[in-house]
């Protein structure tokens, strides 16, 4: 069981980075999963989830309108769209699964956005 992050990177304030979440060892459609952030210096944050088969979804106030979570079933990837980046959107982003054996986990990526 796996998840692993990747497309982060340096951008502009204003620009744009997909996020993605590549899924083994379970189905995507499985549990419930999303992102969460941790800025330098703050707790971690939730970002955005997905429920099980992505019937409803949740953002935090401070993205809503600007990320988009949305799932590809046939790769078993989570993607998180990220437009009109600020610099408080600076963080490591992880993705987390919610399964009955516990949370899992995937290695965070590094977005940072530059003023």
């Known amino acids: 069981v796996q998840l692993q992050a990747s497309g982060g990177g340096l951008v502009q304030a204003g620009g744009s980075l997909r996020l993605s979440c590549s899924v083994s060892?379970?189905?995507?459609?499985?549990?419930?999963i999303g992102w969460i952030r941790q800025a330098p210096g703050k707790e971690r944050e939730g970002v955005s989830c997905s429920s099980r088969r992505g019937g409803s979804t949740y953002y935090a106030d401070s993205v809503k309108g600007r990320f988009t979570i949305s799932r590809d079933v046939a790769k078993n990837t989570l993607y998180l769209q990220m437009d009109s980046l600020e610099p408080e959107d600076t963080a490591v982003y992880y993705c987390?699964?919610?399964?009955?054996?516990?949370?899992?986990w995937g290695r965070g990526t590094l977005v940072t956005v530059s003023s």
């Open positions: 060892g379970f189905s995507l459609d499985a549990y419930a």
């Open positions: 987390k699964a919610v399964t009955p054996w516990g949370d899992v």
